[in-house]
């Protein structure tokens, strides 16, 4: 940027350079905001998963053990549910941000796996139980990784606005200050010349 002429047409072109440098700034300032917002609400999402999946795992946890004591027949039934396979992972887009959005397609009307004579209704709970666990498993980990993804585009946001601030703005700005005194010192010496050949032509004329 040093060392440009002070031209009327490096001067245009300076300006145009710090009209689209500021409105640059405001667009990242707003994406800036806009990614904080939502970044906040997914934390807090983040906060109250994490309590509702500690008290499901626990709750869980006590009924896998309460069936195991009364029925001794856990390991059979655990090798009869089958591996979730029904899961999917897409994206969103959050102002540009990739954000993961994971489905799980499991019918609500699903049939129990395991067969009826292994069944018990203490068995039965546990089993619902743990689809709960994993349904808020799945989303924490959507939430989870939004927020780390959120936080990532929010740092290069805000390195890139304060870029645009703290450097290209002021520099275009002191750019076009300097040309624009240079130019108007030109104005001014022109403006003397131009008075000085009048007078020297004013002058000649009075003298024919």
Not at 19 to 30: H, K, T
Request: with cysteine; glycine share 4%.
């Amino acid at each position: 940027m040093a060392g440009v002429p002070a031209t009327k047409g490096n001067l245009m072109r300076a300006r145009r350079s710090l009209a689209l440098a500021q409105n640059g700034y405001e667009l990242m300032d707003r994406k800036r905001n806009i990614l904080v917002r939502e970044m906040m609400t997914q934390v807090d999402n983040v906060r109250r998963l994490r309590d509702q999946i500690s008290e499901a795992w626990s709750t869980g946890y006590f009924l896998l053990q309460q069936a195991n004591l009364y029925s001794g027949v856990i390991g059979r039934v655990t090798r009869q549910i089958p591996v979730e396979d029904g899961i999917t992972v897409t994206s969103r887009s959050v102002m540009g941000v990739e954000v993961p959005k994971v489905l799980c397609e499991i019918p609500e009307n699903r049939e129990i796996p395991y067969s009826l004579e292994d069944s018990s209704s203490m068995i039965d709970e546990a089993y619902l139980q743990f689809q709960k666990v994993k349904k808020l498993t799945m989303t924490l980990a959507e939430v989870d990784n939004t927020v780390c993804r959120l936080a990532h585009a929010i740092s290069t946001t805000q390195k890139r606005a304060n870029a645009l601030k703290n450097i290209v703005i002021p520099r275009y700005q002191e750019q076009i200050r300097t040309m624009s005194a240079d130019l108007e010192e030109k104005e001014r010496e022109e403006f003397s010349r131009m008075k000085v050949i009048k007078a020297q032509q004013e002058r000649s004329q009075q003298m024919r």
